[in-house]
């Protein structure tokens, strides 16, 4: 996002004064106090101004215009006291000491040239929060959003209907400017084809194209992986995200995911990879979660039924699983064990369910350098042959033959993940008290995706680029701010660029493609860590959601 410069921050200043002066009221009704915490912000610089601006515009909405005594901020400061805490016993902890009825808090994050801003409030009274979000395409919409977000609470929170001259608010888009456009071409002597306004991609002419994204509400979510799948049948896709120690099920309606489920964990071990597939044919998909401590696995799949409800297939099965299509095979359950001297032993095999766990079956024909998460399979140059595309350990984009022959390996990083099995550091187990031995971390790299992006009728490759020089150069300290999603060809002697996402302010952990029927069109969602560092490990984190609208038939325009 671009800095404020001192006129712009003075506009800023001054539109926030007239719009608390002129703004029109919410219909008072709703009586009490209400204490606004200070909006924290997830931005490369300082924006204390900007959400000082957000935190007095807010206060003076639902104030007045509500009929709520907003608590004197000097009074919220004194008793706040320190950082904004992120767990919901503390919040109420200090809406109590303050005595309010009602209490605020929130963030503002910069994404590319975009804000988001997220917000709670908190009933005192039962203890509970709702969530609201709005989003802002540049700081020229800021208080516009701003608006919305207030209009919004009064109307969920506190039954205030919003008055026609305020349903048409302005909704995130791409700035009217110049286009900087968001996709990056690997030729720079192709022209840049920009359609429709900035672009969150750079593409070359005849590639497609896609245009603004959207974004989910932040979540405090350590997102290990993500899955989308119709768990109950209603004919609606369920937003499945992993953190750690549990699955997590959302559902989605349109930018704005509600939890409706939880389903824990094996105690002691840590979830580092979900899938979703039919395996039993009972046309309800099964929930494949792959667990681990720093020995062993202790992975587990179930059928969600509701809330945290879930009728087990099988846990403690000690085997990494992935449900993954084989061509020519369709959707099996694969799975890798342990070994007493590394987190992986050698050999993919195919696994059968055999009572309340599984067993394996024929193993897959895969070379011994590739583990269970690091491959895909497909046809890359229609010729009726397969080829491995693999990403190793160090970060390397490989396609090799079926029989393990190397037809080309990347010169550029690819990947990048803070994922890992084995490493005694991955439960911060001290050596000292378990005695047990550090088989070293076996990295769990972002899935490969391939599918035809271009409408040309061969199979490419979509796969993460987390940026951070020192992470490839630390073996154990793992740290990704920003990162890029890549679109890539074979050429016949190469993988090479088709477009590539302007730079993410984040780390991507993990993304997925649903085209549509037609396989015209597609979107393309991102899971991201807004921000961290290698120490922040075992703290929970915040997560949220990118989602590109992608043209998946080939542009002819000149």
Same mark, same amino acid.
Request: glycine content about 8%; proline content about 5%.
């Given at each position: 996002?671009?800095?404020?410069?001192?006129?712009?921050?003075?506009?800023?200043?001054?539109?926030?004064?007239?719009?608390?002066?002129?703004?029109?009221?919410?219909?008072?009704?709703?009586?009490?106090?209400?204490?606004?915490?200070?909006?924290?912000?997830?931005?490369?610089?300082?924006?204390?101004? !900007?959400?000082?601006?957000?935190?007095?515009?807010?206060?003076?909405? !639902?104030?007045? #215009?509500?009929?709520?005594?907003?608590? *004197?901020?000097?009074?919220?400061?004194?008793?706040?006291?320190?950082?904004?805490?992120?767990?919901?016993?503390?919040? !109420?902890?200090?809406?109590?000491?303050?005595?309010?009825?009602?209490?605020?808090?929130?963030?503002?994050?910069?994404?590319?040239?975009?804000?988001?801003?997220?917000?709670?409030?908190?009933?005192?009274?039962?203890?509970?929060?709702?969530?609201?979000?709005?989003?802002?395409?540049?700081?020229?919409?800021?208080?516009?959003?701003?608006?919305?977000?207030?209009?919004?609470?009064?109307?969920?929170?506190? #039954?205030?209907?919003?008055?026609?001259?305020?349903? @048409?608010?302005?909704?995130?888009?791409?700035?009217?400017?110049?286009?900087?456009?968001?996709?990056?071409?690997?030729?720079?002597?192709?022209?840049?084809?920009?359609?429709?306004?900035?672009?969150?991609?750079?593409?070359?002419?005849?590639?497609? +194209?896609?245009?603004?994204?959207?974004?989910?509400?932040?979540?405090?979510?350590?997102? %290990?992986?993500?899955?989308?799948?119709?768990?109950?049948? *209603?004919?609606?896709?369920?937003?499945?995200?992993?953190?750690?120690?549990?699955?997590?099920?959302?559902?989605?309606?349109?930018?704005?995911?509600?939890?409706?489920?939880?389903?824990?964990?094996?105690?002691?071990?840590?979830?580092?990879?979900?899938?979703? @597939?039919?395996?039993?044919?009972?046309?309800? =998909?099964?929930?494949?979660?792959?667990?681990?401590?720093? %020995?062993?696995?202790?992975?587990?799949?179930?059928?969600?039924?509701?809330?945290?409800?879930?009728?087990?297939?099988?846990?403690?099965?000690?085997?990494?699983?992935?449900?993954?299509?084989?061509?020519?095979?369709?959707?099996?359950?694969? #799975?890798?064990?342990?070994?007493?001297?590394?987190?992986?032993?050698?050999?993919?095999?195919?696994?059968?369910?055999?009572?309340?766990?599984?067993?394996?079956? +024929?193993?897959?024909?895969? =070379?011994?350098?590739? /583990?269970?998460?690091?491959?895909?399979?497909?046809?890359?140059? /229609?010729?009726?042959?397969?080829?491995?595309?693999?990403?190793? %350990?160090?970060?390397?984009? %490989?396609?090799?033959? @079926?029989?393990?022959?190397?037809?080309?390996?990347?010169?550029?990083?690819?990947?990048?993940?803070?994922?890992?099995?084995?490493?005694?550091?991955?439960?911060?187990?001290? &050596?000292?008290?378990? &005695?047990?031995?550090?088989?070293?971390?076996?990295?769990?790299?972002?899935?490969?995706?391939?599918?035809?992006?271009?409408?040309?009728?061969?199979?490419?490759?979509?796969?993460?680029? /987390?940026? +951070?020089?020192?992470?490839?150069?630390?073996?154990?300290?793992?740290?990704?701010?920003?990162?890029?999603?890549?679109?890539?060809?074979?050429?016949?002697?190469?993988?090479?660029?088709?477009?590539?996402?302007?730079?993410?302010?984040?780390?991507?952990?993990?993304?997925?493609?649903?085209? /549509?029927?037609?396989?015209?069109?597609?979107?393309? !969602?991102?899971?991201?860590?807004? +921000? #961290?560092?290698?120490?922040?490990?075992?703290?929970?984190?915040?997560?949220?959601?990118?989602?590109?609208?992608?043209?998946?038939?080939?542009?002819?325009?000149?």
């Amino acid at each position: 996002m671009r800095r404020f410069f001192p006129a712009a921050r003075l506009f800023f200043l001054l539109a926030l004064a007239f719009t608390l002066l002129s703004a029109p009221a919410l219909a008072a009704e709703k009586s009490g106090t209400i204490a606004f915490l200070p909006f924290t912000a997830n931005a490369p610089q300082d924006m204390s101004y !900007l959400t000082s601006g957000i935190r007095d515009m807010l206060a003076s909405r !639902l104030g007045s #215009g509500v009929g709520l005594t907003v608590i *004197d901020k000097g009074l919220v400061d004194k008793a706040l006291a320190g950082p904004v805490p992120t767990q919901n016993e503390a919040l !109420l902890k200090i809406g109590r000491a303050l005595r309010a009825d009602y209490l605020a808090t929130g963030s503002l994050t910069a994404l590319g040239g975009s804000l988001s801003l997220d917000a709670k409030v908190y009933d005192l009274a039962t203890g509970t929060p709702q969530s609201f979000y709005a989003t802002a395409a540049g700081e020229n919409e800021i208080i516009p959003a701003i608006d919305n977000l207030a209009w919004e609470i009064g109307e969920k929170m506190f #039954g205030q209907k919003r008055p026609a001259s305020a349903l @048409a608010q302005p909704q995130a888009a791409a700035p009217a400017q110049a286009p900087q456009n968001q996709y990056l071409t690997a030729h720079p002597d192709r022209a840049l084809a920009v359609r429709k306004g900035a672009s969150p991609f750079i593409y070359s002419k005849g590639i497609n +194209s896609a245009f603004d994204f959207s974004k989910s509400q932040n979540m405090k979510l350590s997102l %290990q992986y993500m899955e989308l799948a119709d768990l109950n049948g *209603d004919g609606a896709e369920e937003v499945i995200l992993a953190d750690r120690e549990s699955v997590q099920i959302y559902k989605r309606d349109g930018n704005r995911f509600s939890k409706v489920g939880q389903i824990p964990g094996p105690k002691g071990y840590r979830i580092h990879a979900i899938s979703v @597939a039919d395996l039993n044919g009972n046309g309800k =998909p099964e929930i494949y979660a792959s667990a681990a401590d720093t %020995q062993n696995p202790a992975s587990f799949a179930c059928e969600w039924l509701e809330g945290d409800k879930a009728n087990f297939l099988f846990r403690d099965a000690k085997w990494y699983v992935r449900a993954m299509e084989l061509p020519g095979e369709g959707m099996v359950l694969a #799975g890798q064990r342990s070994d007493t001297e590394k987190a992986v032993a050698p050999g993919i095999h195919r696994l059968e369910l055999n009572g309340d766990t599984v067993k394996p079956a +024929s193993r897959i024909e895969l =070379p011994e350098s590739v /583990n269970l998460f690091e491959f895909t399979i497909a046809d890359l140059d /229609n010729d009726g042959s397969r080829e491995i595309i693999a990403i190793d %350990q160090y970060d390397r984009l %490989q396609v090799l033959r @079926a029989g393990g022959t190397s037809l080309w390996k990347s010169d550029e990083f690819y990947g990048g993940t803070t994922r890992f099995i084995g490493g005694q550091e991955a439960l911060g187990i001290s &050596q000292k008290v378990t &005695q047990v031995q550090d088989l070293g971390r076996i990295y769990i790299p972002s899935r490969i995706i391939v599918q035809d992006v271009n409408g040309d009728g061969i199979q490419d490759v979509i796969i993460n680029k /987390n940026l +951070s020089t020192s992470s490839r150069l630390f073996r154990n300290m793992k740290n990704y701010p920003s990162g890029e999603i890549h679109a890539l060809t074979w050429n016949g002697i190469a993988l090479t660029e088709l477009w590539r996402t302007r730079k993410i302010d984040g780390y991507i952990v993990d993304y997925l493609l649903r085209p /549509n029927a037609e396989k015209t069109a597609a979107e393309l !969602l991102v899971g991201i860590i807004l +921000s #961290g560092s290698p120490l922040d490990f075992l703290s929970e984190q915040t997560a949220t959601v990118l989602m590109y609208q992608l043209d998946l038939t080939k542009n002819t325009e000149e």
